[in-house]
Every structure is written in structure tokens, then in C-alpha cells.
């Protein structure tokens, strides 16, 4: 059974990007149909029909192979945080190492930008892994004998920027991630989420157009962590920056995603922002993965309305489409009748006391929830 480990009250305000917003957005990442094989004659199982379709115990046994990604398609869109999550094992990292062949795909189409990156000669990987899509680790990988501002500097040092500019940028990068004053220090001399700030200012100093982080805090203790959530989203709110991230912590993929690709061994078992993965889980894997989520810190009452009826709509406090369904219990509870959805002067629909309930216990009625909008 899968488990996970989505606290209640862990979730703070859902991200509100709609699916529609974003699959308008450039693509940075396009990935089609993506294998990646480890083990004899690797390469021969993408395209042979009668072990592709085998799962993994099967194939494992009939081969000596594993297939840590199975056929795999999916855009990255330029601005959103993309997170890949599933359990320990479901091929994860793989499937991130695989963006800038840090592991080689055995086979499958994949793109950045437009630019076929399996295509890509030693030269344009080494610029693509440097500069276009840099990597965060979760074991930082800084240089103990450096200064916090010498390792954030490191990236522009092995882009032979000059001393003067790169202690420049260094410098604002490391005040970025709230770490003014500490400047001088060595990493042996910082606790864990420092190290994990001077890692990020490392790969924010060098101003990639994507950053990889590969369970960038899964080390760190829960406020530690909390508080390098919050910065990730801070960051990407403030700079709009592309962000992959990697994690196996349902409750960090749901506060920091704006889609998530939730995977089970090797395969994308759904895609969808946090909102969709949580009211509509594509299967029982799914649905048993997200059965503790609070779901009423996720879902917005978009989910919950019902038609209107005569006369309501221009009665009761108006509510956007995108309002937590938290948040829409605490404006029908105080005003003691029902609210309207409004949006663009519109009204869309109504929430009472029975709908709002009804997601909360999770009673899905067919004329509740996603009234057309
Ligand atoms: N070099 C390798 N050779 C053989 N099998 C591998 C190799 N690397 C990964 N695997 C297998 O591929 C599958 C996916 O591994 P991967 O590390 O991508 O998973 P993950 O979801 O990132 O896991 P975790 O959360 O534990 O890091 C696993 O079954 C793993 O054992």
C-alpha cells in the first residue's frame, strides 16, 4: 500500500494554476514517449511489443532488465514548478537525470526549448548542464574549505566570469536566500538548511532558465524544510523561474507544485495540478496516495458549487473561482447562508453548508462540483 506522509494541516494555500493557464505556456521540456532500460541488451526492450508491455517483476524476471522509465511523455511549461513525485524506486531521478543525460535515455524524443536534446555533442551538454538546467542536489556538494560566497561564486568561476563580477553576483545571491552576514563562512560552519541555501544561491548565481532539484530537503529537519519550501516558492513567485523538483513527500509536492507527475514504477500514473490529483485520482493507486490529504486545503470551491438557482444570484459574499474551500467554509459560516462564485462579474455557481460538507467527507453528488464553467 502506498503511504505517504501528507500531515494534516501541512498544506497551506493550493496553488491556484489552472490546467488551462498553463498548457498555454511555452514549452521548455518536451518529452515523448521516453524509455529508459538498465540491463542486458538494454535498448532491445522499448521496441519489442512482447516484453514492453510486462510489469516490472515480469520484466526484471524474463530479461535481467528494469525499465526505471516506461514510455514516458510529458511538457514542462516555461514558469511552472513541475514536480516528479512518487515512491522510493518509481524512477524519479531517473526520469530528471534523463532531461540533460546525466543517465542516457535508451530511446524516446526529448526537446529543450525546440533543440533535440539527445542530438546535443559533448560541448552543447556540458552548456546545457551549466547554464540552461542546473541541477540542486540533495547532498549540496559544496566545497568545505570555501567560503559561502567562494562556493556560490563556483558556477560563474567554471563560466570564467572575472573575480570582481562574480563577487558582485555572488554577493546577491546569497542575500537572496537570507543569508547576509554569513559570507565568510565555511560550510562545516552552517547548519543543514544553510548548506541547502548556499546549494540554491550556487545554482541561482549561474541564472539558469530551469532548475533541477533532486529531493533537494528530503535531509532536513520538518521546520528546516518548511522554511526552504516557503523560499522555493517565494523565489519562484518573485524570478517565474522554470523548476523540476523531485520528491517522494506528497505534502512538499502539493505546497510547492504547480503540476505534479505522480510515478509508479517507471510510468507517469497521472499529471495534473494538485487540485486534479487530489479530487480526481486517475486510479486506486492514486486515490490510496492521497487519501490523507486535507482536502479542503486543496480543492477550491470551483469543485464544490452547484448551479444556481432563482434569485441567488446576487445574494451572499462573493467568492473567486480559485477560493480553498477552507476559506469558502469560513465566509459561509460567518455570513450563515450560502456564497456566490463570482468570476469576471459572473456568477458561476453557489456553495452552501451542503456542498462545501459534501467534499470535505468526500460525498461526490453529480450536480455538486464542477459546474460548467
Ligand atoms: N544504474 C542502475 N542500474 C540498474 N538499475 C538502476 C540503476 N539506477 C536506478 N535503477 C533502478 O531503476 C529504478 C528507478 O530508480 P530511481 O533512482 O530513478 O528511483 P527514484 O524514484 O528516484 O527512487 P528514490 O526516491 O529512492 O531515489 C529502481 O528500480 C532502481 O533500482
Known amino acids: 500500500m502506498a503511504t505517504t506522509s501528507a500531515g494534516a494541516s501541512e498544506i497551506p494555500n493550493a496553488r491556484k494554476a489552472a490546467e488551462t493557464e498553463s498548457d498555454a505556456r511555452e514549452i521548455v521540456f518536451s518529452v515523448r514517449n521516453l524509455w529508459k532500460v538498465f540491463g542486458p541488451k538494454a535498448d532491445k526492450i522499448p521496441g519489442d511489443s512482447s516484453v514492453a508491455g510486462l510489469n516490472a517483476q515480469e520484466l526484471r524476471e524474463q530479461t535481467g532488465c528494469t525499465a526505471a522509465v516506461r514510455d514516458v511523455s510529458f511538457d514542462v511549461h516555461k514558469g511552472e514548478v513541475f514536480v516528479v513525485m512518487g515512491l522510493s524506486g518509481s524512477g524519479k531521478s531517473t526520469l530528471v537525470r534523463c532531461l540533460t543525460r546525466l543517465i542516457e535515455p535508451t530511446s524516446g524524443n526529448l526537446e529543450m526549448d525546440g533543440e533535440d536534446v539527445r542530438a546535443m555533442d559533448r560541448g552543447a551538454l556540458r552548456e546545457l548542464r551549466r547554464r540552461r538546467a542546473a541541477m540542486v542536489f540533495q547532498h549540496f556538494g559544496l566545497l568545505p574549505h570555501r567560503?559561502?560566497?567562494?562556493?556560490?561564486?563556483?558556477?560563474?568561476?567554471?563560466?570564467?566570469v572575472g573575480k570582481a563580477e562574480r563577487r558582485v553576483k555572488a554577493g546577491e545571491m546569497v542575500d537572496k536566500v537570507g543569508l547576509a552576514g554569513l559570507e565568510k563562512r565555511r560550510p562545516g560552519q552552517l547548519s543543514g538548511g544553510q548548506q541547502q541555501r548556499v546549494g540554491l544561491a550556487r545554482a541561482l548565481a549561474v541564472d539558469p532558465e530551469v532548475l533541477l532539484f533532486d529531493e533537494p530537503f528530503s535531509a532536513l529537519d520538518p521546520l528546516i524544510r518548511r522554511d526552504m519550501q516557503e523560499e522555493v516558492v517565494r523565489l519562484h513567485r518573485e524570478e517565474g523561474r522554470t523548476m523540476v523538483f523531485i520528491t517522494h513527500d506528497l505534502a512538499e509536492a502539493l505546497?510547492?507544485?504547480?503540476?505534479?507527475?505522480?510515478?509508479?514504477d517507471g510510468e507517469i500514473v497521472q499529471l495534473g495540478t494538485p487540485e486534479e490529483i487530489v479530487g480526481s485520482p486517475a486510479d486506486d493507486y492514486v486515490r490510496d496516495f492521497v487519501r490523507d490529504v486535507p482536502r479542503e486545503q486543496v480543492l477550491t470551491v470551483r469543485r464544490a458549487m452547484r448551479p444556481v438557482e432563482d434569485g441567488e444570484s446576487d445574494?451572499?459574499?462573493?467568492?473567486?473561482?480559485?477560493?480553498?474551500?477552507?476559506?469558502?467554509?469560513?465566509?459561509?459560516?460567518?455570513?450563515?447562508?450560502?456564497?456566490?462564485?463570482?468570476?469576471?462579474?459572473?456568477?458561476?455557481?453557489?456553495?452552501?453548508?451542503?456542498?462545501?460538507?459534501?467534499?470535505v467527507a468526500r460525498i461526490d453528488h453529480p450536480q455538486h462540483g464542477e459546474v460548467a464553467a
Open 147 to 160: 567560503s559561502v560566497v567562494d562556493n556560490v561564486a563556483y558556477g560563474l568561476e567554471i563560466q570564467g
Open 255 to 264: 505546497r510547492v507544485g504547480d503540476r505534479i507527475a505522480l510515478m509508479r
Open 315 to 359: 445574494q451572499g459574499p462573493a467568492l473567486s473561482p480559485d477560493t480553498l474551500i477552507s476559506d469558502a467554509i469560513e465566509a459561509v459560516a460567518r455570513s450563515g447562508g450560502a456564497a456566490r462564485v463570482v468570476d469576471d462579474g459572473r456568477c458561476l455557481g453557489i456553495v452552501d453548508h451542503a456542498c462545501l460538507l459534501n467534499v
